[in-house]
């Protein structure tokens, strides 16, 4: 990394502002990367050197000119201004806010899909900061949350929309999941601390279980099970085009996505998943079914206990999330290791477990 800003400092006593405007813009942005992923040095000091040249790249990559280039550098500039140490904190996460919303701008749905959900979900994760900042006062706090709680819902309503246009199978589609899990985490974060259970539970589900819903969608919409056969070929027909203009439009200096919109639109309207609802999940039970979810977050895990009449929630300590890690570390170790002992071992962990 050392070498890495030494290389790029070289590089602007020659690409320098008059002279190669473009350039000298594109090596501040490189430059500001570098230091934020900075080892040497003191985090707080690289940080401002990182924001001194995302800001200074800036003043070149003008919104008529450069609008790519300009979103690409307001949205490094959002994750700096919320994670930057130095200055009010207040200030600097509404300056993060503000810098994301005129990303997004630019990134609009369905010019850039996957950068619109990225920005959306960065901006939904400052919002949430921004609450947990406000913790003296009610008010302010309140209207964090819900601009958290709105902006997560739609950058996971743009994750399964891209999901749904995946050409290349089932693996393509979970690591997509795997790359978005944290956004679900995040927002099950946020439906609980806005009391919304029932809403918590839907995206812990939505996130567990999407391969799972699409068949029984597949199901509910035709009797059959299968997908009609001009159906199917219909929407890979339309995955194909949308990817092929998709391919098109960034070759395009005057791009129109009128066309890619109408496909769009086509697609969900032939494409049968729903997601489940909290109503939905509730009508499977009878008077003698229960169903219990666990869901893991970052610092607890948490049992919903659901009922055909009730819905409710236990939460656990951090301290419970550090036993039930080390009860899966042995368990799996000893299941790899020794079967022996796993396996003499097996009534009392299950006892533990419970």
């Not at 690409?15 to 490189?30: D, F, G, K, L, V």
Request: proline letters at 3%; charged letters at 25%; glycine letters at 2%.
């Amino acid at each position: 990394m050392e070498k890495a800003i030494s290389c790029y400092n070289a590089a602007l006593e020659v690409r320098t502002r008059i002279a190669y405007p473009e350039q000298w813009a594109a090596t501040q942005n490189n430059l500001a990367n570098v230091y934020i992923d900075r080892v040497q040095g003191e985090r707080e000091e690289n940080l401002e050197q990182a924001i001194s040249c995302y800001e200074a790249a800036l003043s070149v990559y003008t919104a008529n000119i450069f609008p790519e280039q300009r979103a690409m550098t307001q949205t490094n500039l959002a994750n700096a201004y919320r994670e930057r140490i130095r200055g009010d904190r207040g200030e600097n996460l509404e300056r993060s806010i503000a810098y994301s919303e005129t990303a997004l701008q630019i990134y609009t749905p369905n010019a850039f899909p996957q950068e619109h959900t990225k920005n959306l979900s960065s901006l939904g994760f400052t919002y949430q900061s921004q609450s947990r900042y406000y913790i003296n006062d009610p008010f302010k706090k309140q209207t964090a949350l819900q601009n958290a709680y709105e902006t997560f819902q739609q950058a996971l309503d743009a994750v399964e929309y891209l999901r749904g246009e995946i050409t290349s199978g089932d693996e393509a589609k979970r690591k997509l999941n795997e790359e978005w899990t944290g956004v679900y985490l995040l927002m099950v974060e946020v439906c609980l601390e806005l009391g919304k259970y029932q809403d918590a539970i839907e995206y812990a589900d939505r996130s567990k279980a999407r391969n799972l819903t699409e068949l029984i969608a597949t199901r509910d919409a035709y009797p059959g099970g299968e997908i009609p056969v001009e159906v199917r070929q219909r929407l890979q027909e339309l995955r194909q085009a949308i990817s092929e203009e998709d391919r098109r439009l960034k070759q395009d200096p005057n791009p129109d996505y009128n066309h890619i919109s109408q496909l769009r639109e086509e697609f969900q309207a032939n494409y049968p998943y729903k997601r489940l609802k909290f109503s939905d999940i509730q009508s499977l039970l009878d008077d003698e079914t229960v169903i219990l979810e666990w869901y893991l977050l970052n610092d607890k895990f948490l049992t919903f206990t659901l009922t055909n009449q009730t819905l409710n929630l236990w939460t656990s300590s951090e301290e419970d999330l550090d036993k039930f890690s080390d009860w899966t570390d042995t368990y799996l170790h000893d299941y790899r290791n020794n079967k022996t002992q796993w396996q003499n071992q097996l009534p009392q962990r299950l006892e533990t477990l419970l």
